[in-house]
């Protein structure tokens, strides 16, 4: 059951701009699969998805795991999620507009940058844990030239 729900996610994703986790469970409920947020939630975060901008829009598409495409996304969706990053010790504050962190934290998470120890995201911040206060020094003022086009 879960591997065709999962087929059609994929599918629903591909035929319809989906933009919220509530969209999902309507288009799934009305193919037939009975299914609670706390599932589709589930299913977005095994399959891997993100929330990306296309044509305007916010909506769920698949992962890329190709590096070089993974860089583009990185670069795409924080351009435009990000509005400032700042860090305290080893800590990285990384603010985004609301709705967006989930999003940006899975594309940053996927680049498996070194001396991350590890990523947590809300609905308009992330938090990312470094393994000491240089490297989240030297983090900060990459992304700022990265991301957002400035030195820090």
């Not at 495409?69 to 985004?96: H, L, Q, R």
Request: aromatic share 6%; with cysteine.
């Amino acid at each position: 059951m879960k591997a065709k729900r999962h087929k059609k996610i994929l599918a629903l994703i591909t035929e319809h701009e989906v933009e919220t986790q509530e969209e999902l469970q309507q288009l799934l409920q009305e193919n037939g699969f009975n299914v609670t947020q706390a599932t589709v939630s589930r299913d977005i975060k095994e399959l891997k998805l993100i929330k990306t901008l296309q044509d305007g829009v916010y909506r769920y598409v698949q992962s890329v795991t190709d590096t070089s495409m993974s860089s583009i996304k990185f670069e795409s969706i924080f351009t435009e999620a990000v509005v400032k990053i700042d860090y305290s010790g080893n800590t990285i504050a990384i603010k985004c507009h609301t709705g967006l962190a989930n999003a940006a934290c899975a594309v940053f998470d996927a680049m498996e940058i070194d001396n991350v120890v590890g990523t947590i995201a809300g609905d308009d911040t992330i938090f990312v844990l470094m393994r000491n206060e240089n490297s989240a020094n030297l983090l900060v003022k990459e992304l700022y030239l990265t991301v957002l086009g400035q030195v820090k």
